[in-house]
């Protein structure tokens, strides 16, 4: 274009258009792994694994080694007499607060969907909050009530 208005007679041919990105030969596989955890009455979101191309150059978005994985959520299953005694990871979300922090209803509806599927859940303001969230949590699992 700067050519032609600079006074040539034809115009320099367009860029050649971008091909359509291909998707991932796993995307089918996790569409489908979402769908089956989401019927087993649990979550799996994709990771957003990589890196950000703004301030800082390079830093990496998603979630870190050791959760590199693909997918990354939940299933909540009932402990069987034949998996007592063995150690299982579980689920642990917190949100950070100040003390004058406010939790969204969005992040108060999260907590809740995760602590009713199972997960160690909560709001922490300090390493106590952290400490009494899992203190709540082994209380609530080991009351009598089912």
Known sequence: ML?????ET???????KRATPKRQPEAA????????????????????????GYMPPGMPVGLTY?????????????ISPQMVGRRVAILMAIEDKTKTGVVSDEQKDA???????????GVSRSVEDSE?????????????ER
């Open 3 to 7: 050519a032609f208005m600079a006074g």
């Open 10 to 16: 034809q115009m320099e041919a367009a860029p050649p």
């Open 29 to 52: 596989i996790g569409e489908a792994n979402r769908e089956w955890a989401s019927m087993r009455g649990g979550v799996l979101r994709k990771n957003p694994r990589g890196t950000a």
């Open 66 to 78: 050791p959760l590199i994985l693909d997918e990354i959520g939940y299933v909540s299953m009932v």
């Open 111 to 121: 907590i809740k969907d995760l602590a009713a599927a199972g997960a160690i859940a």
């Open 132 to 144: 009494a969230i899992l203190a709540r949590w082994e209380q609530a699992m080991t009351a009598d």
